[in-house]
């Protein structure tokens, strides 16, 4: 079924679309960096952008699945 919905250029890399590959965390590393925020950063609030209520129910069970698992 992966060779149906995987172009074959991606192939080698098939790996990384496997569910249990794709939800592992990474691991860190060297290159892995902060992003420094200017001491005076207020952050803005609201919505990057609207859901439909079925995007939000999505999105709700993603992130409850992400905090069981303790990815997040």
Do not use: C, T
Request: proline share 3%.
């Amino acid at each position: 079924m992966l060779r149906k919905l995987v172009p074959k250029k991606f192939w080698r890399w098939r790996k990384v679309f496997e569910k249990k590959e794709s939800e592992r965390m990474l691991v860190q590393n060297a290159l892995d960096h902060a992003i420094e925020l200017k001491e005076r950063f207020v952050p803005k609030k609201g919505k990057v952008y609207s859901l439909s209520r079925e995007e939000k129910e999505k999105m709700q069970a993603f992130v409850e699945n992400q905090l069981r698992k303790g990815s997040i």
